[in-house]
């Protein structure tokens, strides 16, 4: 698979979930910053739901970057401030050149 350097358009952050112990047993979460990268972020389709506390809106997306070791669906995605949850992660051809994440943003209304 090749993807020209000119198609990384978007700036993104790939955060990761971060434990920290509380002092009282238990631990609260933060995320923590762990690549800045360039990628180009694809809009797949969504859709809306209604749920008790109202209609909630799912967007796929699709975002490319290149390979860094560490990223999984633990972690996040934040682009132009929206966070996005990752559902999958292909690293294409097993190559460690390429990654593609599939991502989903829920958008309460």
């Known amino acids: ?3 020209p350097c000119t198609a990384l358009i978007h ?4 955060q990761e979930r971060v434990n920290s ?3 009282y047993g238990g631990y609260s979460t933060s995320w923590v910053s762990k690549y800045t990268m ?6 797949k389709g969504g859709n809306e739901t ?8 799912r967007r796929s997306w699709e975002l490319t970057i290149r390979f860094s070791p560490g990223i999984d669906a633990t972690c996040r995605v934040v682009f132009k401030g929206r966070v996005f949850n990752i ?6 051809e097993e190559r460690n050149r390429w990654l ?10």
């Open 50 to 57: 209604l749920i008790s506390q109202g209609i909630v809106s």
């Open 100 to 109: 593609i994440l599939g991502l989903e943003e829920i958008v309460p209304d």
């Open 11 to 14: 700036s993104v952050i790939i």
């Open 38 to 43: 360039q990628g180009n972020m694809l809009f």
């Open 21 to 23: 112990d509380d002092g």
């Open 87 to 92: 559902k999958y992660v292909n690293n294409v």
């Open 1 to 3: 698979m090749a993807i």
